[in-house]
């Protein structure tokens, strides 16, 4: 039976070279001139420190624009308050990865809501949906690919015929 699974994945190079992109550009801007601003990357959390809030709101700003040119999409993106005392201010942005349970859930409800002959089973922090026919399935996929209510970006793989 042909099946593909639904997950929610991050490509970790394309994540560093936008966090790259971002340090750079902040080096480079005039309104960043001798202030101590930095971006780091630790496993799956950036950390944004600098001076003052409206640094981090720029930052944050800039951090955005180079991971959605990178091709990852936003919701990929947590993004915690910011921790601001007199002297230093600092944001931490949580990059998430995988389907958690909820989001598998409300998946797999569409899926059944929809009527189209696929079946979906949550395996672990990804959604197998499996049909008899190559077209259902793509008919599930362009479906999943409306859903608004998701908080997690959604990529098709391991498709099986």
């Not at 101590?36 to 799956?44: G, Q």
């Not at 929809?114 to 395996?123: E, F």
């Not at 959604?127 to 399935?137: A, E, F, I, M, P």
């Amino acid at each position: 039976m042909p099946s593909f699974d639904v997950v929610s994945e991050l490509n970790h190079h394309e994540v560093e070279n936008a966090v790259d992109q971002t340090r750079r550009e902040i080096d480079t801007r005039f309104d960043f001139r001798g202030v101590e601003a930095k971006v780091t990357l630790e496993k799956s959390e950036i950390t944004l420190d600098a001076k003052a809030d409206f640094q981090l709101k720029q930052m944050l700003d800039i951090l955005r624009l180079k991971v959605s040119k990178r091709g990852i999409d936003l919701v990929c993106l947590d993004i915690k308050d910011p921790e601001v005392t007199i002297a230093t201010a600092k944001q931490k942005v949580v990059l998430k990865e995988g389907v958690d349970a909820d989001s598998a859930r409300k998946i797999q409800k569409a899926i059944k809501d929809s009527k189209i002959k696929v079946q979906a089973s949550i395996q672990g922090d990804k959604v197998r949906v499996t049909g008899k026919s190559r077209d259902d399935l793509q008919e599930a996929m362009a479906m999943l690919r409306q859903l608004k209510d998701l908080e997690v970006a959604l990529q098709f793989n391991n498709f099986r015929d």
